[in-house]
């Protein structure tokens, strides 16, 4: 069977040509590119169960990102595993806003709650000079995954388990900007079936989505800071109203970054 053959058997599933490319690349240990100057040629015996376990395990709905062990994010590679959410490119918008304080106030202690597979707090450590990121979750997993990512790069970031910013209390005092991209959905809502393998408490925060919000402002001072996190598109007007921020849209038009610098005074 020609690599080609293989191609079609996985678009005719309706799914895009470069997702076969990456699995059946990922199996043979070759580019993209490689495949595609070789299509026609015979794809090795030997290899072709494991491709169709893959295609199979897609065909399912299973996430590529997960298959693959990488995802992109602001330009760069990072490792990704079952277990942690897969970073989307409307988070990407929380980096450019973060620079941007960063720039102008001259900032230098970042916490990131909620870190994931790192991918916020370790592109900020590395787009800004002398910055220190911290960064907290409360799954064990994502803060091995995070510090992994953090190690590929040598970037300046420190995490540690825990909820919300409770792991550095200690230091809180210095911390110039909260960065955050929270569960936000509602816990009824219906979601398409490739986010039934993403971690719960990465997507869902009670009935309305909001509780992870209501919390970090209630339970913290935030005098002396600036708060910059992503939000769900029809959550604006609530968080504006509670928090007196106000809303970025992303790249498609819709409402998703709550920014709040009235706690910071120059
Ligand atoms: C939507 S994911 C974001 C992950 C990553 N920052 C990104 O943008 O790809 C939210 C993350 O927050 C973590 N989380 C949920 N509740 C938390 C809490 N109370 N304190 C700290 N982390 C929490 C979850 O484990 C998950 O990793």
Redesign the pocket.
């Known amino acids: 069977m020609t690599f080609s053959e293989i191609i079609k058997i996985y678009t005719e599933k309706g799914l895009p040509e470069r997702e076969a490319l990456l699995l059946i690349g990922k199996v043979i240990k070759q580019k993209k590119e490689y495949i595609i100057a070789h299509r026609y040629d015979e794809c090795p015996k030997e290899y072709l169960e494991y491709i169709f376990e893959l295609f199979e395990k897609r065909f399912n709905g299973y996430p590529l990102q997960y298959i693959l062990g990488e995802v992109e994010?602001y330009g760069r590679m990072f490792y990704i595993e079952e277990g942690?959410?897969?970073?989307?490119w409307e988070?990407e918008g929380?980096i450019d806003i973060c620079k941007e304080y960063v720039r102008r106030y001259d900032l230098k202690n970042i916490i990131?709650?909620?870190?994931?597979?790192?991918?916020?707090?370790i592109t900020i450590a590395l787009e800004c000079n002398n910055v220190r990121v911290y960064g907290?979750?409360?799954?064990e997993k994502?803060i091995a995954l995070s510090q992994r990512n953090a190690n590929r790069y040598g970037a300046n970031c420190t995490f540690k388990c825990?909820?919300?910013a409770?792991p550095f209390l200690d230091l809180f005092d210095t911390i110039q900007l909260i960065v955050?991209?929270?569960?936000?959905v509602r816990t009824d809502a219906k979601l398409q079936k490739e986010l039934n393998y993403e971690?719960r408490?990465?997507?869902f925060?009670g009935e309305d989505g909001l509780n992870?919000y209501r919390?970090?402002f209630k339970r913290y001072n935030l005098e002396g800071k600036i708060v910059v996190m992503?939000i769900g598109d029809d959550q604006g007007e609530y968080l504006k109203n509670l928090t007196g921020g106000h809303i970025l849209k992303d790249l498609s038009g819709k409402d998703r970054y709550l920014v709040v610098d009235k706690f910071w005074v120059v």
């Open positions: 994010f942690v959410l897969i970073p989307r988070t929380l990131d709650i909620g870190v994931g597979s790192g991918v916020i707090a907290t979750d409360i799954s994502a825990g909820e919300f409770e955050s991209n929270p569960p936000y971690p408490e990465a997507l925060s992870f919390e970090l992503e």
